[in-house]
């Protein structure tokens, strides 16, 4: 028997669908929390100051580079570093998808009217630029390195072995950030995804293990994604309100 043609409504125009659930809630809470984080860290990248406080120092300005001497007006050693980690964050896979909906709209959401319908161009001509993210990964690698310096840094209060809050704060920044890194879709293709055969590639059994740990995590990367965004705001935000004298750090040992 011949298969009757299913022919679906067609929804035109932005947000109009034929969904009865709350689609916005995503798209907004996303919209929300991204330029919030995207003010603060502007915010902090020209205040220019409060990026250390004893042995801790805000992951916003790791590795550390004393910029005062330069001259150079709104040229602080947050804006020195940010771009890498920026471009890192504005070209992962999964952000693209996040801001493509809530930002740009096109379209907000599964089965909902989108910006201009219909001129959908993939990403081309001005969005190759995301073809960056591969390279900014080699950046987010080597900054991971510094950033778990500065957590051993971290324990050491005037040559003493000790741990504060501070030092809590920061190795749980690490230890996010690295399952963010870690989860990434292109670190997973750097550690496995060019073989053909792993049975027949040098290390391949090894290759293999690692493939399959990182594509475990690569299914929670959007949840390592926000987790990390927020613990590195909340650990500068720390960090600021430590040198500032807003707070006292407190010592565990
Ligand atoms: S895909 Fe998200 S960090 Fe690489």
Not at 24 to 39: C, I, Q, Y
Not at 173 to 195: A, Q
Not at 236 to 241: A, E, G, P, S
Request: charged content about 10%; some cysteine.
């Amino acid at each position: 028997m011949a298969n009757k043609a299913v022919h679906l409504p067609v929804v035109h125009g932005l947000g109009q669908t034929l969904r009865k659930d709350n689609w916005w809630a995503g798209p907004f809470v996303t919209f929300l929390v991204l330029a919030s984080f995207v003010v603060y860290a502007t915010f902090r990248a020209f205040e220019g100051r409060l990026y250390m406080s004893g042995p801790y120092l805000s992951p916003l300005a790791s590795p550390y580079f004393e910029t005062a001497s330069l001259g150079i007006p709104f040229v602080t050693p947050a804006i020195l570093i940010l771009p890498f980690p920026g471009l890192f964050r504005f070209t992962c896979y999964y952000y693209r998808k996040a801001y493509y909906r809530s930002f740009a709209m096109t379209p907000p959401a599964c089965a909902v009217g989108g910006r201009s319908p219909g001129n959908y161009n993939g990403e081309r001509k001005l969005l190759l630029f995301q073809n960056l993210h591969r390279f900014a990964l080699y950046f987010a690698l080597l900054f991971l390195v510094f950033l778990w310096h500065d957590f051993y840094k971290s324990l050491w209060f005037d040559g003493h072995f000790g741990m504060g809050l501070g030092s809590l704060i920061i190795g749980l920044n690490c230890t996010c950030l690295s399952l963010y890194t870690f989860s990434c879709h292109s670190f997973r293709h750097l550690v496995g995804g060019v073989i053909d055969s792993y049975s027949e590639t040098p290390f391949g059994a090894l290759r293999h293990k690692m493939w399959s740990r990182v594509s475990q995590l690569n299914v929670n990367h959007m949840a390592f994604a926000w987790t990390s965004l927020i613990v590195v705001a909340m650990t500068d935000l720390y960090i600021r309100m430590v040198a500032s004298g807003a707070v006292t750090d407190m010592r565990l040992f």
